[in-house]
């Protein structure tokens, strides 16, 4: 060890102080002016040392930092030493005696001479290890599925926005983006049960990740949907190969317990030569023409190409369908209600529409909204859907029933167009019925994509009575901290995080966790989905404020919903919860 220097006694004096409050920590106190470091027996211990194998030297210490940290501590150093920063703090991975890597926060303050010089440098080193890996932690559940693991939405579709804007930007590098389904689904989770279903979701995603190519992104975007990126497409061909090398691996049975099942997929493709610039355009398309294979009879693929007839290679639900429906009035709106937590009363109804297709029978919204997007008619139809619910509302409350408030969802680009405040406020004068009686649900989407002028339009709405909500918020936490930029009093979380709770312990923790934060932002929250009693314990021991759901009822025609409300002006949750036990 090297001459203490000339600050004998008050060194001692500091370093006791410095000991004192740092606790567990381990104390260092370098002497700028020679150039030797003390090192405390905890600092040594730390890092796996014992006393006599670490010396009084500076490269002690920073020769154990990582060399991706090793670059950013000079300038920490010196921004406290020579550039007026109140105090040098610095996270950095240092080098253990078993090996591996420690997080340590390394924290001090300098000791000036009268002219402001520094001459030592005293601070303490703390243990951060299990909070970085904490942190990795929250990190990596903020950007995957937790069921498979794979990518979710909000990381896929921040790829996606990258490879379409190096497209859009002149790189000679193509991409495809597959939109997956699978076939018959539904059947096999309500035959064979959930607990199948999820692990028939994980054999798929390791499936798939061995049918594609190194760099390419797979992604879970929600129940039995998944969507790849290929990237850095040489030839268009290549996508379809590939479609057809995803369709060979999952053709193979499935395993599962005493079940041995056959799997197909449906799968759409849409190719970056679309020149899109948002990514929810080529999930638009995707979807349309993974739509059209499984009209097609499924286990199939199409790509979407623009200007063609319906807008897709192969056969299924095309203009002329969409044109004569209009014509026809082909479409209907049902309601799905919605019941509070915890009492059970009747909070109000999502309206939808169903295309009554005169030969493939009642359609849901989801299953034709692509082409409806593709065929630039989203805007007719929503507006017809505002103006017949919000009608059948003002009937409602004039025969003395109290349906509660009235959802009406609303596609991701709507909120941007500046007709919405005023399409919604000629609609309630046209009707009759008070703001205050209609809620409009946006996407994340409409989130991730807004500006300044839609949540100028989205205040006007709040200020005018509305209330506006987030619907289908799924895993995609990056969305979440759009929140506090909108006024935002709703969020709807996704049917799946619910599927499988409470035996499914990472979904429930994920799912309890997302209404624990809403409520912190102040927000109600509401989910749909609902299947079981057990699901509904829990939402109730969560304090969900609102929940929907096959166990209450589907969506339904509008004479159905007010025998709904009248039969049932207040459900007993209790003893819905009860039939759990």
């Known amino acids: 060890m090297?001459?203490?220097?000339?600050?004998?006694?008050?060194?001692?004096?500091?370093?006791?102080?410095?000991?004192?409050?740092?606790?567990?920590?381990?104390?260092?106190?370098?002497?700028?002016e020679i150039n030797e470091v003390y090192f405390s027996p905890r600092w040594k211990s730390m890092l796996g040392h014992e006393e006599n194998e670490i010396d009084d030297s500076p490269d002690e210490w920073l020769k154990r930092v990582h060399s991706k940290d090793l670059g950013r501590l000079p300038g920490r150093l010196s921004d406290h030493l020579h550039r007026g920063a109140e105090r040098f703090e610095s996270e950095h991975r240092v080098l253990h005696r078993d090996g591996g890597y420690r997080w340590m926060l390394a924290r001090g303050i300098a000791v000036r001479e009268n002219s402001g010089t520094p001459v030592r440098l005293v601070g303490w080193l703390t243990d951060i290890t299990d909070r970085k890996r904490n942190e990795d932690r929250l990190k990596h559940d903020a950007w995957h599925d937790a069921l498979t693991d794979l990518p979710n939405r909000a990381y896929f579709n921040g790829q996606l926005q990258r490879a379409a804007t190096r497209s859009n930007g002149g790189s000679q590098q193509g991409f495809a983006l597959l939109y997956l389904d699978v076939d018959n689904f539904k059947e096999l989770n309500d035959g064979l049960g959930h607990t199948v279903g999820d692990q028939v979701l994980i054999a798929i995603a390791n499936r798939l990740k061995h049918s594609v190519r190194p760099g390419d992104t797979i992604a879970r975007i929600g129940g039995d949907e998944f969507a790849i990126l290929l990237a850095r497409l040489g030839e268009e061909r290549e996508a379809t190969h590939i479609a057809e090398r995803i369709q060979h691996a999952l053709s193979l049975p499935v395993k599962i317990a005493e079940h041995e099942l056959s799997i197909s997929v449906s799968i759409g493709v849409a190719l970056s030569s679309l020149s899109h610039d948002r990514p929810g355009d080529f999930l638009r398309d995707a979807d349309l023409a993974m739509y059209e294979a499984k009209a097609g009879g499924g286990g199939r693929h199409r790509i979407f190409e623009k200007g063609a007839g319906s807008g897709i290679r192969g056969e299924g639900l095309g203009a002329a369908d969409l044109r004569q429906a209009f014509e026809k009035g082909q479409f209907r709106v049902v309601y799905e209600p919605a019941l509070a937590l915890p009492a059970g009363t009747v909070t109000g109804c999502t309206a939808s529409l169903v295309w009554d297709h005169p030969s493939r029978g009642a359609l849901a919204w989801e299953i034709f909204q692509g082409l409806v997007a593709q065929q630039g008619r989203s805007d007719d139809l929503l507006t017809r859907l505002l103006k017949e619910a919000c009608s059948q509302m003002k009937a409602?409350?004039?025969?003395?029933?109290?349906?509660?408030?009235?959802?009406?969802?609303?596609?991701?680009?709507?909120?941007?167009?500046?007709?919405?405040?005023?399409?919604?406020?000629?609609?309630?004068?046209?009707?009759?019925?008070?703001?205050?009686?209609?809620?409009?649900?946006?996407?994340?989407?409409?989130?991730?994509?807004?500006?300044?002028?839609?949540?100028?339009?989205?205040?006007?709405?709040?200020?005018?009575?509305?209330?506006?909500?987030?619907?289908?918020?799924?895993?995609?936490?990056?969305?979440?901290?759009?929140?506090?930029?909108?006024?935002?009093?709703?969020?709807?979380?996704?049917?799946?995080?619910?599927?499988?709770?409470?035996?499914?312990?990472?979904?429930?923790?994920?799912?309890?966790?997302?209404?624990?934060?809403?409520?912190?932002?102040?927000?109600?929250?509401?989910?749909?989905?609902?299947?079981?009693?057990?699901?509904?314990?829990?939402?109730?021991?969560?304090?969900?404020?609102?929940?929907?759901?096959?166990?209450?009822?589907?969506?339904?025609?509008?004479?159905?919903?007010?025998?709904?409300?009248?039969?049932?002006?207040?459900?007993?949750?209790?003893?819905?919860?009860?039939?759990?036990?």
């Open 2 to 32: 090297g001459t203490p220097g000339p600050f004998n006694v008050r060194e001692s004096e500091e370093r006791y102080a410095i000991a004192a409050s740092a606790g567990d920590d381990g104390l260092w106190d370098w002497n700028l």
């Open 396 to 581: 409602w409350l004039d025969a003395g029933l109290s349906p509660g408030r009235l959802t009406i969802k609303v596609n991701h680009a709507w909120p941007r167009q500046p007709p919405l405040l005023e399409t919604v406020q000629k609609t309630l004068a046209a009707t009759g019925l008070e703001a205050k009686a209609l809620r409009i649900e946006l996407t994340e989407n409409a989130l991730l994509e807004s500006n300044s002028e839609t949540r100028q339009q989205l205040q006007a709405c709040v200020d005018a009575g509305l209330q506006i909500a987030v619907g289908d918020l799924g895993m995609e936490y990056s969305s979440l901290i759009y929140l506090k930029r909108h006024p935002i009093s709703i969020l709807k979380l996704d049917g799946f995080l619910i599927r499988g709770v409470p035996a499914d312990m990472p979904i429930a923790t994920i799912t309890g966790g997302l209404i624990e934060l809403a409520h912190s932002l102040g927000l109600k929250v509401s989910i749909g989905g609902i299947t079981t009693p057990e699901q509904l314990a829990f939402l109730r021991a969560k304090r969900c404020d609102e929940f929907q759901g096959p166990m209450i009822s589907a969506p339904v025609a509008a004479e159905a919903f007010e025998d709904f409300i009248r039969r049932q002006t207040h459900l007993s949750v209790s003893e819905l919860v009860s039939s759990a036990s």
